[in-house]
């Protein structure tokens, strides 16, 4: 297989995850989203480093992987707090900044 | 070579369903259990690639890890809130709309360039050369990376610790 393959498979994943990240009302359906994104991003990664035969890349697959599990740790902490406070999980109903 | 070609289009077929189905599905718990099968499925992508050691660590921290905390914020928000916790999209045209444009943009970016259409030969034992890229070269953002783990899981605490 090419790159482009890859390549084109990591890019309509990213584009399902951002539409998820778009259309979902529920914070942690949108946290999912952003996972997803994430995973598009690694794959990405992963096949440069592989076509152009350099672990750098992997190294910072590796980095990234670490940075979204404490990304997911803390969002799913603030939703939790979020709930607590508000009640709802519904970004919708999280206006509080709304002039 | 048939074989690979045969494996990277299941592997497609089964992230790009487990991930539409992770946008798509109407209940919270389901699209966390697809999205547990379409981080296997890119752990699988990973070891096409070569990168047994990923592959691992993707399995580990994602499928294992991710999918357990975001269970439990379900359950935790759903017995909090004394109903089940349903999944409602809106402005799903305008999305899609976006979400394609952005990838007809992307595809004809990378249509545009030659790449590489066949792998390169890989220097021998590839989990070993990253190990020693993590504790050479790259030792200082390695340590930082500890402790921004430190920070972020130590803040998740506070942030969800039960009121006193």
């Known amino acids: ?79 939790i707090l979020l709930f607590r406070v508000r009640r709802t999980v519904m970004a919708d109903h999280l206006d509080l900044l709304k002039g | 070579m048939t074989g690979e070609i045969l494996a990277f289009w299941g592997l497609g077929l089964v992230l790009v369903g487990s991930a539409l189905a992770v946008v798509l599905s109407k209940n919270l718990f389901h699209a966390v259990l697809w999205l547990a099968l379409a981080l296997t499925g890119t752990a699988g992508v990973f070891l096409q690639l070569d990168a047994e050691f990923l592959a691992a660590v993707q399995l580990l921290l994602y499928a294992g890890g991710i999918v357990t905390i975001v269970v439990f914020a379900i359950v935790v928000t759903e017995r909090l809130v004394g109903e089940r916790i349903s999944q409602t999209s809106r402005r799903i045209g305008g999305g899609a709309v976006v979400a394609a ?62 009121d006193d």
Do not use: H, K, W
């Not at chain 1, 750098?56 to 740790?73: L, N, P, R």
């Not at chain 2, 990253?130 to 030792?139: E, I």
């Open chain 1, 1 to 79: 297989m090419g790159l482009q393959a890859y390549l084109t498979l990591a890019a309509v994943i990213f584009c399902i995850g951002l539409f998820g990240v778009m259309t979902r009302r529920n914070t942690i359906g949108i946290l999912l989203g952003i996972e997803l994104m994430l995973n598009a991003v690694n794959i990405n990664l992963v096949a440069f480093a592989r076509y152009n035969a350099d672990v750098t890349g992997m190294v910072f697959t590796v980095f990234t992987i670490c940075i979204t599990v404490a990304e997911a740790a803390l969002g799913l902490a603030i939703v």
């Open chain 2, 101 to 162: 444009a952005l990838l007809a943009t992307i595809v004809s970016a990378i249509n545009r360039r030659p790449l590489p259409v066949a792998p390169p030969a890989l220097p021998a034992d590839l989990t070993r050369n990253l190990g020693d890229a993590v504790l050479t070269r790259f030792v200082l953002p390695f340590e930082l990376l500890a402790l921004l783990m430190l920070a972020a899981l130590m803040g998740a605490i506070y942030f969800a610790r039960p």
